[in-house]
């Protein structure tokens, strides 16, 4: 099994940033994909962004592309997402989640999910 532990959300103006991190332990060997995903209150759970565990593969959502950026911390083992000039549609909770397979966008490719961090932009 694989561990997933989301931090970083919290509370923003519009136009403003955060940093999320996903910091993952146990069976990593089989991570392939990390991804991050979303969902708002009435809303589906939608992919926002994925990378390759061990390549530079990156993937975004059209709606987060040139605002959004995801990157890796080798040493620490773990997956940030950096969002930038955020708007109050980005307001959802954040999950990130790991998929054995490559190039995974749809939330049913991923198999180990974090708990979700809690992302508010205020308008």
């Known amino acids: 099994q694989v561990q997933l532990v989301e931090s970083g959300g919290g509370l923003v103006q519009t136009g403003g940033s955060l940093k999320l991190s996903c910091a993952a332990s146990g069976r990593t060997l089989s991570i392939v994909t990390m991804g991050w995903f979303r969902q708002a209150p009435g809303k589906e759970r939608e992919f926002v962004a994925a990378?390759?565990?061990?390549?530079?593969?990156?993937y975004y959502a059209d709606f987060v592309k040139g605002r959004f950026t995801i990157s890796r911390d080798y040493a620490k083992n773990l997956v940030n997402l950096q969002m930038n000039s955020l708007k109050p549609e980005d307001t959802a909770v954040y999950f990130c989640a790991v998929a054995p397979t490559s190039g995974s966008t749809r939330a049913n490719e991923y198999k180990y999910w974090g708990q979700g961090t809690q992302v508010t932009v205020s308008s």
């Open positions: 990378r390759g565990w061990s390549s530079d593969s990156r």
